[in-house]
């Protein structure tokens, strides 16, 4: 898809990189020649992924919950012992549980929010001050999700994905002056290890809801991401591109 070289050497960390999405922005960081650190919680299961991707170049796992600001601080060490350096973030560990709002317990609330709102930030802001505010340079790109209508039926994360979009905007403009881009990928319907815990009844037909009448390739979103997080896309930042067959502008919003 691209030139061979295009990230050769680029020390790259992607969260939640052991499984699905993460794992394939990963694999294609790999083939087109960067060092990759991958992050999850489940160690296991991460060490085994980083095994596999190390076949295609240098990969290395380092477990962690983005949740908590002493794993976060821990993947920033061990990094920066083993490359010294970082230069692109890719936030892409998060999830979520489909519930009707009225029934969200405030320890569900704040599952969802914790993750996928506070765990970008404490990962963006401890790599910013560990890596890309000294090394005037750097890039950041967050996987958010398709809320550009309201997120029926997750509103927890429709919500922590809608303050991420900000952080994106604000930081693209507050970080500019220390060379840090910053850009969101909102993808609409993924097929990946993700869609594992929505009920197959409510998958089923889904594509008919897409105007491309598909759902989207784990490929297709790692392309973008290595758009966005190559040379290519130097003068684009604060943007959030949805990556959704056309599904936030047309038919029904699905709801649980
Ligand atoms: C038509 C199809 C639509 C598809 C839309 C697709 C759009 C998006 C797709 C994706 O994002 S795919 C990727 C999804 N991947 C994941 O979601 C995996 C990761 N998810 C999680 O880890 C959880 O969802 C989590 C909530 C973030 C887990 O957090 P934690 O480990 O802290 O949870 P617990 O300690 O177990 O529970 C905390 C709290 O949350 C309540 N809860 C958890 N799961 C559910 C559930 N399925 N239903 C209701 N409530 C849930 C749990 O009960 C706890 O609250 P209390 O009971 O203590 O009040
Ligand atoms: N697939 C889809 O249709 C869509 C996906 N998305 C989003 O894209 C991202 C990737 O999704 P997808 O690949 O489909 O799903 P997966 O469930 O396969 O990926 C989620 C990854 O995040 C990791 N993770 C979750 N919570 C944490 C945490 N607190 N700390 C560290 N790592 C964590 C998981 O690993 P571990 O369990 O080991 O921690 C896992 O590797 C997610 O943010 C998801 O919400 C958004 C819209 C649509």
């Known amino acids: 898809m691209f030139i061979k070289d ?24 790999l083939l087109y020649g960067a060092v990759v650190y991958i992050t999850s919680r489940k160690e296991e299961k991460l ?24 794993q976060v601080q821990n993947v920033a060490e061990h ?3 083993l490359s010294g350096r970082l230069d692109i973030l890719v936030n892409n560990a998060g999830g979520q549980f489909p519930a009707p709002a009225q ?16 765990g970008t930030w404490y990962m963006t802001q401890i790599m910013a001050k560990e890596f890309f505010i000294p090394q005037q340079s750097g890039s950041i790109i ?3 999700a398709n809320m550009f209508r309201g997120f ?7 919500a922590a994905r809608a303050g991420v979009d900000n952080i994106t905007k604000t930081l693209a403009v507050e970080w500019s002056r220390f060379n840090i881009r910053i850009n969101a990928i909102a993808p609409g319907i ?6 594992e815990q929505y009920p197959p009844e409510l998958l089923k037909d889904v594509s008919d809801r897409i105007p ?3 759902l989207g390739t784990t490929k297709e979103v790692a392309d973008l991401a290595v758009f966005l997080m190559s040379p290519m896309a130097n003068f684009i930042t604060g943007e959030t591109i949805y990556i959704d067959g056309g599904q936030r502008l047309w038919g029904d919003v699905f709801e649980f």
């Open 6 to 29: 295009l990230l050769k050497d680029k020390v790259i960390l992607v969260t939640g990189g052991r499984s699905g999405i993460g794992y394939q922005i990963a694999r294609s960081c």
């Open 47 to 70: 060490k085994a992924a980083a095994k596999k991707l190390k076949e295609l170049g240098p990969c290395y796992a380092i477990a962690g919950d983005i949740r908590a600001v002493e």
């Open 79 to 81: 990094i920066k012992a």
């Open 103 to 118: 029934d969200i317990s405030p320890n569900g609330w704040n599952a969802v929010i914790n993750n996928n709102l506070n």
């Open 142 to 144: 967050n996987i958010i």
């Open 152 to 158: 029926p039926g997750m509103v927890h994360t429709g």
């Open 190 to 195: 993924i097929q990946s290890t993700g869609l």
């Open 212 to 214: 491309l009448k598909r």
